[in-house]
């Protein structure tokens, strides 16, 4: 498969993703197989059409030949040709000119009229208009000259209608200082946790063998990371990934502790007999951690169990 069409595709999933809807899921081909996308909602929808016209237009249209995707906005791309994006199965082509204009120019280029197309002005922004307004933001959050403020900002990109932005930290406080700082637009979308949010999780910190601890228990309120030791006294081995979770304890009630969302799909693993150091940052910047106790949750398999381990450590 061309490494190239397989990224259009992904990138065409989160972008649906980022329709306020919940994640999605697909098995992809190349052009003209079964491409199937978990809507959200738990329907599969199938977008092989709209992407057979995708790569046609790519031919048409893309400057390089063996890229799929990505030609909007190319030197021979129609300079009408905005946007474009999936409504369930359906591919929606945004333009600037005529529709009866447009259908013709993109059939002609496709072969195919498998697509529905929508006008810029319908109050809706274009992929295209999203895409420069996010460079623009970019470019601003990259002078503002507030380091605070850039390192809480951990990801941004272009949903289907909006700009989202991540942030570790995304309290009403930082989503104004955003605003005021670097921009303020109603397409502008905040993720992230406010540090409010209760945690429901429970874990243990020693169980089948495999022990899981903070080294020291004990940290200065200031303290950018703990330290967490697992040891694995088991007969099998451990596997895990990077996410974890933080929370802390406030009157009586444990909370999330913000921390980067992002975290690569990196899979480690400890033998028997072997031990594995860890850290977890805890922005305190940005977090204004309070004195207190604190816990380290983290998922992991024990000769293919699933256990949740979990560390307790207090900041002082």
Known sequence: MNVFFLFFIICCAVLQGCNARAG??????????????CDGEGDIVDQSAGMEVIARLSRAYGDAADVVGGFIGSSRCPEWLEGMYFDGAELVMQVTCDTVEARRA???????????????DSGHPSQKQLKELMMRMRRRLAACGDTLLQSNVVGNGVGLRTINVTMIVCNAEWQRRFRTEVMDSPLLEFHGSTGDEPCTLSGTPDTLGVALMAEPAVLPVTAGAVRLVMSNGSGAGVEFGQSHVLAYERDGRWLVLPGNPNSNLLLLEVEPGDTCVMKADLYPGLNRNRPGRYRYFKEVEIGGEAVTLMAEFRLQ
């Open 106 to 120: 993109l059939e002609e280029a496709a072969g195919v009229g498998t697509f529905r197309l929508e006008r810029t």
């Open 24 to 37: 999605v899921s697909m098995a992809a081909g190349t052009a003209g197989d079964n491409i199937r996308v």
